[in-house]
């Protein structure tokens, strides 16, 4: 079973443009999440989809925004892009019968210039 | 609020010694605790689980046992290979269905494992 893909890997943007990054999860999983890891931060949970439903949350601004389509595959957003985006972002899928554990694809790197 | 707290690393070991990664949570009720490891240049890939008190994760020779008097869930091996050098992370999950499955993780630990 092929596992979690993102794409793109790699990202190079400017401040004040917005990007999209994209996720698709293993087969059979509906549930969504994605994460932001950074070096001091460390790693922190930006928002979960699940059934093309937001239902949890964390506490990052409204410029970071997510959504799942009907094929469990999904996107993020994040608009007006400052520096302190730049990171590495994770996404991981979830089987709905498992018992909780997530999937994580390789990440996409995001540098913000 | 729920936190995971890991040992500060680097760790940094000889092949065949013996590895204990500590790792202690703070949470109301009962989470599902996880370990992860992260090589150079990828994601995470999932290393063990444990989902209630005195549950023993295991894989690839590590373990972990839910303690919940102590609030605890501390990685070990009985003897590294230069391959297991890579950050591990311990992480934990409420696992509400309804609310989501959001992971919150610790810092990281380094492991650093010569030949």
């Known amino acids: 079973k092929a596992g979690v893909t993102q794409t793109p890997r790699y990202l190079i943007k400017t401040r004040g443009q917005q990007v999209t990054l994209s996720c698709s999860p293993i087969?059979?999983?509906?549930?969504v999440s994605w994460y932001q890891q950074t070096p001091g931060q460390g790693l922190q949970f930006l928002f979960e989809y699940f059934s093309e439903t937001q239902r949890n949350k964390g506490n990052f601004p409204g410029r970071f925004s997510g959504r799942q389509f009907s094929n469990s595959r999904s996107e993020m957003n994040v608009s007006t892009l400052e520096l302190g985006d730049s990171a590495l972002y994770l996404c991981?899928?979830?089987?709905?019968?498992?018992?909780?554990?997530?999937?994580f694809g390789p990440g996409t790197r995001l540098t913000v210039t | 609020g729920n936190s995971v707290t890991q040992m500060e690393g680097p760790v940094t070991l000889s092949e065949e010694a013996f590895l204990t990664i500590n790792c202690t949570y703070t949470?109301?009720?009962?989470?599902?605790l996880f370990w992860y490891v992260q090589y150079p240049g990828e994601g995470l890939q999932l290393l063990l689980k444990a989902t209630k008190a005195d549950d023993k994760g295991s894989n690839k020779g590590f373990e972990a046992t839910y303690r919940k008097e102590t609030t605890s869930f501390h990685l070990e091996k009985g003897s590294v290979q230069v391959s297991d050098s890579a950050v591990y992370f311990c992480?934990?999950?409420?696992?509400?269905?309804?609310?989501?499955?959001?992971?919150?993780f610790g810092k990281g630990t380094t492991l650093s494992v010569s030949s």
């Open positions: 949470a109301t009720g009962y989470p599902s």
């Open positions: 991981a899928s979830s089987s709905p019968t498992g018992e909780y554990e997530q999937y």
């Open positions: 087969s059979g999983h509906r549930s």
């Open positions: 992480a934990l999950t409420y696992g509400y269905r309804q609310a989501g499955t959001a992971l919150i």
